[in-house]
């Protein structure tokens, strides 16, 4: 059974601070996923990751996928006010009974940014 | 990126009602579409799998007689809660899969608030 870990699933930082949010899973997969959650609103995808080593970075964030270590990074550089929701990593692994791969998503890792 | 859209966006019922909750894929053909649950602070949660004319798949613990999936078409796929119950309150997000792409990747529905009272 793939599982998926985050963490930190809490943080509290101020603005213009770096930090990392680290994810971690089970098994064999080179595909994973880094989305955006607001307080009651659906995902929005950040990142996509395929294969190992792949960075990408978008503003202040960057993601980086290591599949040897089953690691992927969400790097926040300078944070600010607007970076603050919940972060969730998703990686694609588990093939369902209906035929598809499915994606199994970490915890979430609720950021929030003090001015 | 691709667009999901679903009806309604919120949605309050009284207890034992059915609702019904529609999730389209609305610029490309999904080949499976997922349904997920999300409780308050807490991670997604897979409720079922469906393929278009096939059954859905349900994962384990998920009354598949309480939540009804019909996939009818490939940009179309509905969940019915029947008979709701308070504890059925839920934030409901469907997904929609294209095999076929660049980054075969999963897009998100906007989701839907349900509340039971």
């Known amino acids: 059974e793939l599982k998926v870990e985050q963490n930190p699933l809490f943080l509290s930082m101020q603005e213009g601070k770096n930090y990392t949010i680290y994810c971690n899973y089970s098994?064999?997969?080179?595909?994973l996923y880094w989305y955006r959650q607001d307080p009651g609103k659906s995902l929005e995808s950040l990142f996509v990751?395929?294969?190992?080593?792949a960075v990408k970075q978008e503003g202040r964030l960057m993601a980086s996928l290591d599949t040897k270590a089953r690691l992927s990074t969400l790097h926040i550089t300078a944070a600010v006010h607007d970076l603050s929701a919940t972060y969730f990593c998703?990686?694609?692994?588990?093939?369902?009974?209906?035929?598809?791969?499915?994606?199994?998503f970490g915890k979430g890792t609720k950021l929030s940014v003090i001015p | 990126g691709a667009v999901v859209s679903q009806h309604p966006s919120r949605v309050i019922c009284k207890s034992g009602t059915s609702v019904k909750i529609e999730c389209r894929s609305l610029?490309?053909?999904?080949?499976?579409m997922f349904w997920y649950r999300q409780f308050p602070k807490q991670s997604l949660m897979l409720m079922a799998t469906?393929?278009?004319?096939?059954?859905?798949?349900?994962e384990q613990g998920v009354e598949k007689d309480k939540f009804l999936i019909n996939h009818a078409s490939l940009t179309l796929s509905t969940l019915t809660v029947t008979s709701a119950h308070p504890e059925d309150s839920s934030f409901y997000i469907c997904?929609?899969?294209?095999?076929?792409?660049?980054?075969?990747?999963?897009?998100f529905g906007p989701g839907t608030r349900l509340t039971v009272l």
């Open positions: 469906s393929n278009e004319g096939s059954k859905a798949t349900y």
């Open positions: 990751l395929l294969s190992n080593g």
């Open positions: 610029d490309f053909q999904a080949t499976t």
């Open positions: 098994t064999t997969s080179d595909r």
């Open positions: 997904s929609a899969r294209v095999l076929a792409g660049v980054y075969n990747e999963q897009f």
């Open positions: 998703a990686v694609d692994g588990s093939y369902s009974g209906a035929g598809s791969y499915q994606l199994t």
